[in-house]
């Protein structure tokens, strides 16, 4: 029984801290996560358009190839 009052306690605790911690985090601000997202939205673009070049590259080389 004492063991149960334990697991109890040390949850409770752990929650508490968990808390704790997460009211000292500096979260962003609306214009830093728009930025963040938009810059994260171009570069999937960049990085999509290069491998959709690339595989047209090599289905052309593979096209003469033959």
Do not use: H, R
């Not at 996560?33 to 595989?55: D, P, Q």
């Amino acid at each position: 029984m004492k063991q149960d009052s334990k697991k109890k306690t040390k949850k409770s605790n752990y929650f508490k801290e968990v808390g704790k911690e997460m009211s000292k985090v500096k979260w962003p601000e609306k214009k830093e996560v728009a930025k963040y997202t938009l810059s994260t939205v171009v570069f999937v673009l960049v990085v999509v358009g290069f491998f959709i070049l690339l595989n047209m590259g090599m289905s052309w080389i593979v096209g003469v190839v033959k």
